[in-house]
């Protein structure tokens, strides 16, 4: 079975750091996109940031350009987000997925907290 173990999350004060973990295990495919989501309080849960398998491809959404940076240790089968400059929006669960195909793995949440 996928699994996705998602750490790193915290208390953070506005304009600190953090990074989020993402160790994935249970699969071995040639290709795949891997990345997290967020979800605030009330709110949708939103796309972050992605990186396909060959880390070529990256994806951040606008909200997080030029703060946040996604990499991946493939030795590890683990991804990260480094978080900088954090705001009090940021304030969110954050899950990891996985999308292999036409399926959707999802880790449980880390939570994030931007105190102001």
């Known amino acids: 079975d996928v699994q996705l173990q998602a750490s790193g999350g915290g208390l953070v004060q506005a304009g600190g750091s953090l990074r989020l973990s993402c160790a994935a295990s249970g699969f071995t495919f040639d290709d795949y996109v891997i990345g997290w989501f967020r979800q605030a309080p009330g709110q949708e849960r939103e796309g972050v940031s992605c990186?396909?398998?060959?880390?070529?491809?990256?994806y951040y959404a606008d909200s997080v350009k030029g703060r946040f940076t996604i990499s991946s240790d493939k030795a590890k089968n683990t991804v990260y987000l480094q978080m900088y400059s954090l705001k009090s929006e940021d304030t969110a669960v954050y899950y990891c997925a996985i999308v292999i195909g036409p399926r959707h793995y999802w880790g449980q949440g880390t939570q994030v907290t931007v105190s102001s």
């Open positions: 990186i396909s398998r060959s880390d070529r491809d990256t």
